[in-house]
């Protein structure tokens, strides 16, 4: 780096010191004082993350914020004197037009680092020390803030709030956070609420999931409060959708103060904990048939549960409809030499018990699709449990074998032509291509396909609001269940079920 005292020897004159508001377009030999609030790398993600340099979040005395930026090329001469809360002086720098999309400053203007820029530490006794900077500055937004900016790509905000839900597990025990599946997964989703107003899903990216992830664990008590710095606005299925950015910073309960007023609001007001609607926290984006395809199709997608409304068409009746599970764990139960064994339990003599493992055609306005019934999700529809039906069967077809399989009880086959809205699962096997039946986890109501739209209606473009700028959204939210085990085991079969969607 160039230093001060080469400066001002060459150009024979002691800099002109100025604030951020006074900066105007174009070079300029001033000398700035600022805190370092933050910094982090910017990357082009369309051409495989390639570096662009650092991107600062900077403060003056004033309490002004500004956004710095050093190209890839000078980066490694300053990335090691920054440090984050630290003071410094800047002279030498060009002062450029802020982009316009996803800024974190409200000035207009980023300070550019230029071939002879010089930075120096501002010295502790300074006639300005750094005790006469703010901290920090942040920029607030609520749930109609959010909801109305969505997907313009506009100046990013601020949020704090109360959790409610950690990768779909509720605060009234420990959330238990598994750190291989977050990087596994990429994310960590968590359910939002600021004050008494509606619940937003906030998905925290690559080191903003870290962060969070380090922060919770070692937090001797459960944290409640959660603050993420520069959030995203986008829409999942009709319904708001915070994202994390390169640029966010994650907070929680004593970390600062405005999580500090937070956490004090919430000791004031523990009603407000009772308040909201169980069903508005677990809410699943409702998307049809195609929009389901389209997500799986998605290089980023990663595994999500979707509410899905849909018509049976048919039941698939050339294999099984049922399996023999554990009645311990529900998992798929092998035959032994003499008794059933379960891998899952590591035991050799387990009782089995039937479980549905049905696979059906349905059908929507515009596509079809093979959903496969497991576990509750049949019951559910039929009103009866596998087991039930099958004891009876066999009770009354004495003289069958143990080998012989039932075939699709009349329970099954009277759910034809009946519509559902279904809670299925998008998992790694649909991600991965090797089965395309979507598993249903859940019959969440008896439902009505929607209209046809008519030929002056405009058609639904469903791809910007599944795409993050990072990653793609997906509620993650819930384990899986020991009836994966029985679905891992499903291939497609070679063609959809005979009869047309609309007969």
């Known amino acids: 780096m160039t230093t001060a005292g080469k400066t001002s020897a060459r150009t024979g004159k002691a800099p002109v010191a100025m604030f951020f508001n006074d900066i105007t377009p174009g070079r300029s030999e001033s000398l700035l004082r600022f805190r370092v609030i933050h910094f982090w790398e910017a990357k082009n993600l369309a051409k495989g993350g390639a570096f662009l340099g650092l991107e600062l979040l900077l403060i003056d005395q004033q309490g002004t914020v500004m956004q710095g930026f050093i190209s890839s090329t000078r980066a490694q001469t300053y990335r090691r004197h920054l440090k984050p809360g630290a003071t410094y002086t800047l002279q030498n720098f060009f002062a450029t037009k802020s982009k316009e999309i996803y800024r974190v400053a409200e000035q207009g203007l980023t300070i550019s680092f230029s071939n002879d820029s010089v930075l120096s530490p501002l010295a502790g006794d300074d006639d300005s020390g750094s005790d006469d900077f703010p901290a920090d500055r942040f920029r607030f937004h609520s749930h109609a803030d959010f909801q109305a900016n969505v997907g313009l790509r506009s100046d990013l905000y601020d949020v704090v709030g109360h959790l409610r839900l950690v990768n779909g597990q509720a605060l009234t025990s420990r959330p238990i ?56 606005p986008k829409s999942l299925g009709g319904n708001l959708a915070l994202s994390s950015m390169s640029s966010s910073r994650v907070f929680m309960d004593n970390d600062i103060q405005p999580t500090i ?47 899905c409304v849909a018509t049976i068409d048919d039941i698939v009746r050339d294999r099984a409809w049922y399996y023999i599970a554990c009645s311990g764990c529900h998992t798929k139960a092998t035959k032994g030499h003499s008794s059933l064994m379960c891998a899952k339990c590591g035991k050799d003599n387990v009782s089995g018990v039937a479980k549905y493992l049905a696979k059906i055609s349905v059908y929507d306005n515009n596509d079809q699709a093979l959903f496969v019934l497991l576990g509750d999700a049949g019951t559910e529809l039929t009103g009866k449990p596998a087991a039930e039906l099958v004891d009876k069967y066999f009770e009354a077809n004495k003289e069958l ?69 990072t990653a793609s959204a997906s509620d993650a939210a819930g384990s899986g269940s020991g009836v994966e085990a029985a679905s891992a085991s499903i291939t497609d079969d070679a063609n959809m079920a005979k009869r047309r969607k609309h007969d």
């Open 177 to 232: 956070l598994d750190e291989s599946e977050m990087i596994n997964m990429g994310h960590i989703l968590v359910h939002l609420q600021t004050k008494d107003e509606p619940v937003m899903k906030l998905y925290l990216w690559d080191l903003a999931a870290r962060e969070f992830y380090a922060k919770f664990t070692a937090s001797e008590d459960t944290p409640s409060v959660l603050m993420v710095t520069t959030v995203n």
């Open 261 to 307: 007023d937070y956490l004090n609001w919430m000791n004031a007001n523990p009603e407000i904990a009772q308040k909201v609607n169980a069903e508005e926290v677990t809410k699943v984006e409702t998307m049809t048939i195609g929009q389901v395809f389209a997500y799986i199709k998605q290089e980023d997608a990663k595994e999500a549960f979707i509410h």
């Open 401 to 469: 074998g143990a080998a012989h399989q039932m075939p699709a009880p009349q329970a099954l086959i009277d759910t034809i032509g009946q519509t559902y809205k279904f809670k299925i699962k998008v998992s790694d096997l649909n991600l991965s291509g090797k089965i395309q039946a979507l598993t249903v986890t859940k019959i969440v109501s008896p439902d009505v396909l929607p209209p046809l739209p008519n030929s002056a209606e405009a058609p639904v473009i469903v791809e910007d609001d599944l795409t993050f700028s």
